[in-house]
């Protein structure tokens, strides 16, 4: 949550910092901030301009004389105090010479605030992140860095902070503990991001911070202090993103952009790591040897949202084809159950972003008590991707919208390629195995089939997204997609929807139907699909409106509903690669329908990085 950035060099900072801003608008968008000093400014002296509302108001709010040397942005999504201008970052002390952008949570800001109200400190804000300006003017002698240092001894919590002094021109101090952090360097300037989609537009070389960790940084240098204050030698990072993969291109929105880049996203995730000649994976980073892997009896995976269901995906796949045990957790909830390590028991940890607060912090625990545990990440370096004890990079490409969609299709590639390797240890013949790499390999082909539906799927949502209601259902591995297709439908439509197991709608969600609520069904051509057909049935005999998304051909079903979805036929194993996508484009359309805004869904953010 949140997006912070700062700027140091000769271009025109507060363009940067907005430029900026705007690329970090998916992480919060309540409210935005800049803080410049220097160049035309007067000495010694900071210009902070402050909006409610989207990077564009920020944008208008700004007079054309604001500009400078230096300077630090934020784009807030709030957690302590309602969403006003005086609410917005940067905060700054008393004296308006410090100012200071944070990204996270300080849990004891209660007690901090009232020790510095003792002292003569007023406040001006709701937040927690108030108490930092103030803090680092209390040990402030003439150095930044020193009171920065002596500042974030106080702080318990989350943060990520980037601070500056008018009086010490183009420098930034920025700190870091459990909230991204990342340094951009570039020729004679310099940028501190919680995001590499920030400056991308001006450097590919980057430096990643770590928690505990300070940054002295000015247009020339960087300067890096670990916990015990000790300088620590980073070299930087080639970063190989394009600018085009973070702009829209002739899409109206990222999220429709990023569903049909999926056929391009999946081959990406599979791309050399499937080795046919043998029917088995390829996958360089498990950093496993070879008995480990045979030896493991037990997988449990840890993730949040979209990356949960991929990762539910992922144990009904490892125990029926691999016949390992698997199971997906909750990662806010496996964090506090005091979660039993099994000595053979592999973990993973699934993130899109590879910053969410609930799955890193759950890492670190199951870490804590021993577990072995690999990253499925999308975003290079992020902190789980670098916590972790190795794992697969996905490779989805930036994933901008809030909704997540072409990230979700590439973790399940991760969770297919996994499951191959594993199979192929134990029980899979290389015929079998050959079998199962061909059909993932033909993925993309079949999901670029699939959003053949785009016309048809919208001509559905129009009729159908009035309703106030919806049940999304599936029975075995399409479980979880019907879960994801009620969250997808949440998120950026506001429609309520639930997703619910079709052997368990008699057992209460029945209730429910009526011909206002209508259901939406996932038909495999599998074992269970006589089931689903027999609950299709029921709800029909209860004047429920049905959506089916099934297989081509399969006129039973088509016959059956009010409308058909049809994708292509396959190995049933696969049908979640295929049955998600029109699922997303519903609910995709279902929010067009409606005015909503897509790419930035109310209330939400794209990387939750508080608990
Ligand atoms: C997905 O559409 C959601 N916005 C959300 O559930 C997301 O998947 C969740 O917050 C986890 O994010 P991560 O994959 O970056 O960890």
């Known amino acids: 949550m949140c997006g912070i950035i700062g700027y140091a060099g000769p271009r025109k900072t507060s363009n940067v910092l907005l430029e900026g801003l705007r690329r970090l608008e998916y992480r919060g968008y309540d409210s935005a901030g800049i803080a410049v000093g220097g160049g035309a400014n007067p000495s010694g002296q900071l210009r902070i301009v402050k909006s409610v509302g989207k990077i564009s108001a920020l944008k208008a709010a700004i007079p054309p004389d604001v500009d400078g ?43 901090l605030k009232t020790m510095l109200q003792k002292k003569g400190c007023v406040f001006k804000t709701e937040t927690d992140s108030e108490v930092i300006p ?28 980037a601070c500056i002094h008018a009086d010490e021109p183009g420098r930034i101090v920025g700190a870091r503990n459990g909230s991204p952090l990342i340094v951009g360097v570039g020729a004679g300037e310099i940028f501190l991001a919680s995001d590499i989609t920030a400056m991308v537009a001006y450097t590919d070389k980057v430096v990643y911070l770590n928690d505990g960790e300070l940054v002295d940084l000015t247009p020339d240098s960087y300067s890096i202090l670990d916990r015990d204050e000790q300088k620590v030698e980073r070299p930087m990072n080639q970063i ?6 973070i702009e829209k291109g002739d899409f109206p929105c990222y999220m429709e952009k990023e569903i049909f880049e999926q056929p391009e996203s999946i081959a990406r995730a599979l791309s050399g790591r499937i080795d046919m000649e043998n029917a088995t994976a390829k996958l360089g980073g498990l950093n496993l040897d070879r008995s480990r892997l045979l030896n493991v009896g037990r997988v449990k995976i840890i993730a949040a949202g979209t990356s949960w269901h991929a990762g539910l995906v992922g144990s009904y796949l490892l125990e029926q084809v691999a016949r390992i045990p698997a199971q997906a957790e909750l990662a806010s909830e496996i964090r506090y159950k005091n979660p039993v390590v099994e000595k053979d028991s592999l973990w993973f940890t699934v993130s899109q972003s590879g910053e969410t607060a609930d ?87 079949l999901v670029a089939q699939t959003l053949k539906t785009r016309d048809l799927v919208q001509r559905i949502a129009k009729k159908y997204c009035r309703a106030a209601n919806f049940l999304f ?32 709608m008699k057992h209460g969600p029945i209730a429910l139907i009526s011909p206002e609520v209508p259901s939406v069904f996932l038909v495999s051509d599998d074992y269970l699909r006589e089931k689903t057909i027999s609950n299709i049935r029921e709800i029909k005999a209860r004047g429920g409106p049905v959506i089916a998304v099934g297989v081509y051909g399969d006129s039973e079903t088509e016959n059956l509903v009010d409308a058909f979805i049809p994708v292509p036929k396959m190995d049933p194993r696969f049908y979640p690669f295929a049955m998600i996508v029109p699922l997303q484009l519903f609910a995709y359309f279902c929010a067009l329908e409606l005015g909503r805004d897509v790419d930035q869904p109310r209330n939400l953010a794209k990387s939750v990085t508080v608990e």
């Open 69 to 111: 040397v230096w300077g630090i942005g934020h784009t807030r999504w709030a957690t302590h105090g309602g969403v006003t201008q005086t609410n917005a970052h940067p905060h700054t002390d008393n004296s308006g010479k410090i100012a200071v952008v944070h990204n996270g949570i300080i849990e004891n800001h209660v007690a």
């Open 134 to 161: 103030h803090l680092i003017a209390q040990y402030y002698k003439g150095d930044l860095l020193e009171a920065v240092k002596a500042a974030v001894q106080n702080l318990e919590g989350t943060y990520g902070i």
């Open 240 to 245: 190989t993103w394009e600018l085009g993969s």
């Open 359 to 445: 799955s890193l912090f759950a890492m670190r625990e199951v870490q804590r008590k021993g577990a072995t545990v690999l990253g499925i990440c999308n975003v290079v370096g992020s902190t789980i991707a670098r916590e972790s004890d190795g794992g697969i990079y996905v490779h989805s490409g930036p994933e901008i919208a809030v909704a997540s969609t072409k990230a979700f299709t590439s973790q399940l590639a991760a969770f297919y390629l996994f499951t191959l390797l594993s199979a192929r240890m134990r029980h899979m013949s290389r015929e079998e195995g050959q079998r199962f790499a061909a059909s993932l390999q033909s993925v993309p082909d």
């Open 473 to 504: 259902l599936g029975r075995g591995i399409l479980y979880p997609i019907a879960l994801e297709g009620a969250l997808k439908l949440k998120e950026i439509s506001y429609i309520h929807a639930e997703g619910c197991s079709a052997g368990e």
